[in-house]
């Protein structure tokens, strides 16, 4: 099956800092999103964002889909954007959704 | 409009109990998953449905666990005999395919804690 590696496994900053988190694909998808689990366990869809690239507000994401990798990218950090932030990719547009093991996100005030 | 719906949020039960939980998705979602997500890792998925038949269940365990999805709109997923390596977050997504809108989306799932 489809493999999901995400980096960094751990992160830490300060608020107001920027971070770039990774995802790394081992096979062609047409299915690629990006979560935030919050500290209480529940899962927020950011991005569906097979290729290309999205923005939303100070989040934004880019999958280059030739090169099997996706970024995720936090501006201006604040602590509610502590988590953990998965990637999850799928084959087909309708298939199920692999994901990975998640960076676990710490902003500190 | 609504979110997906799920019960109970807590359920302690003994080793070889059984229990059942409950998945109520976005009204019109036709594709629904049950993921199984352990401490410390990222989710599973246990079993998907397009409206109400079977899509993907290859990571089952079908001599304990069962899910239906009567009439393509509400779902339970039971485990009988519960074990302890069941102890995790069981979590209901729904989507909308066909329609280029293909995020998921979950519900605050239950936690399961088997002793």
């Known amino acids: 099956g489809i493999q999901v590696e995400q980096s960094p496994p751990d992160l830490i900053l300060q608020e107001g800092a920027n971070s770039t988190l990774r995802c790394n694909f081992s096979?062609?998808?047409?299915?690629l999103q990006w979560f935030h689990q919050n500290p209480w366990g529940q899962l927020i869809n950011l991005f569906y964002?097979?290729?290309g690239t999205k923005q939303n507000g100070r989040l934004s994401a880019t999958t280059v889909a030739t090169e099997r990798y996706s970024l995720l990218y936090i501006s201006s950090s604040q602590t509610t954007d502590s988590g953990v932030y998965f990637c999850?990719?799928?084959?087909?547009?309708?298939?199920?959704?692999?994901f990975g093991k998640g960076t676990r996100l710490h902003i500190l005030p | 409009e609504a979110g997906v719906a799920q019960s109970p949020r807590y359920k302690i039960i003994e080793k070889r109990q059984s229990v059942a939980f409950w998945c109520n998705p976005i009204?019109?979602?036709?594709?629904l998953y049950w993921y199984q997500q352990i401490l410390g890792q990222g989710p599973k998925l246990l079993i998907q449905?397009?409206?109400?038949?079977?899509?993907?269940d290859s990571q089952l365990p079908k001599d304990r666990f069962s899910a239906e999805r009567l009439k393509g709109v509400d779902s339970t997923l039971k485990i009988q005999p519960a074990k302890l390596e069941d102890s995790a977050v069981y979590l209901c997504?729904?989507?909308?395919?066909?329609?280029?809108?293909?995020?998921?989306?979950f519900g605050s799932g239950t936690r399961l804690t088997v002793v």
């Open positions: 964002i097979p290729s």
């Open positions: 096979d062609s998808v047409n299915n």
């Open positions: 999850a990719v799928g084959r087909g547009r309708d298939d199920k959704i692999i």
């Open positions: 009204s019109g979602h036709a594709t």
């Open positions: 997504a729904s989507s909308f395919p066909g329609t280029g809108h293909y995020g998921y989306t």
């Open positions: 449905f397009q409206n109400n038949g079977v899509v993907d």
